[in-house]
């Protein structure tokens, strides 16, 4: 969390930059020694549960979707992570990346609840980071209602990408509330319908834009910063 914030706190950061190193070096250094830890934490995690699971359950189906899993998981936190590097690199403040990006997760979250309990799971939480809209497999119109329902966003990449191996043709309905006049009267429908390969691929491409665009302006902001302090 405090990879390049914390080091402007505590001033470690000025040495480094006396070294013949050039920063984009040091910005991309921190960038991948934070993507390794995560790998590697959710590797740790991924080994236990699957070797737990095989010792109580026997053998299991899909094991080898683990590592795809694995890299969803990685990538949907390292969006979240790169807002808390963007935020301490502008801030230069551990605790403001903290609290901000933790601000930024909660904010999300209520607007997305209350346009999903307004509007139902309208097209805007389909980019959104997050948990997105949520799909289903079973219709819209009957109640109470069949099939499985899942998150379709950013944090739920990682089962999005399984799915997409195990489930590609599936259909995931998105349903909508239309209200009567004055606001009576509220009718479910069907609003949008795609496979599950279309919204993990659409999941993967929305998580990859928001990270590569959280961490240029994270690395435009470590530039300048470095910059004006050296001025």
Do not use: H
């Amino acid at each position: 969390m405090n990879t390049i914030s914390g080091e402007f706190e505590t001033g470690s950061i000025t040495p480094l930059l006396t070294k013949p190193v050039s920063k984009n070096t040091v910005f991309l250094g921190k960038i991948v020694a934070s993507f390794l830890t995560l790998i590697a934490i959710y590797a740790f995690l991924t080994v236990y549960v699957i070797v737990g699971s095989v010792v109580i359950e026997g053998s299991q189906n899909n094991l080898l979707l683990a590592p795809l899993g694995l890299f969803g998981l990685t990538l949907a936190t390292m969006v979240w992570a790169s807002m808390v590097i963007l935020l301490g690199t502008l801030s230069k403040s551990s605790l403001v990346a903290a609290l901000g990006s933790f601000g930024v997760f909660i904010g999300v979250t209520i607007v997305g609840t209350i346009l999903s309990s307004v509007y139902g799971q309208t097209s805007v939480l389909f980019y959104a980071p997050g948990g997105g809209a949520n799909g289903s497999t079973g219709s819209c119109e009957t109640f109470p209602r069949s099939g499985t329902n899942f998150a379709t966003g950013t944090d739920n990449l990682g089962y999005l990408l399984i799915q997409l191996v195990l489930n590609p043709s599936a259909v995931l309905n998105f349903c909508g509330v239309r209200f009567g006049p004055g606001g009576r009267e509220g009718e479910i429908f069907t609003a949008s319908s795609d496979t599950v390969a279309t919204v993990a691929l659409r999941a993967l491409a929305v998580a990859i834009v928001y990270l590569a665009a959280l961490l240029v302006v994270s690395w435009y902001a470590f530039r300048r910063s470095q910059i004006v302090e050296s001025a």
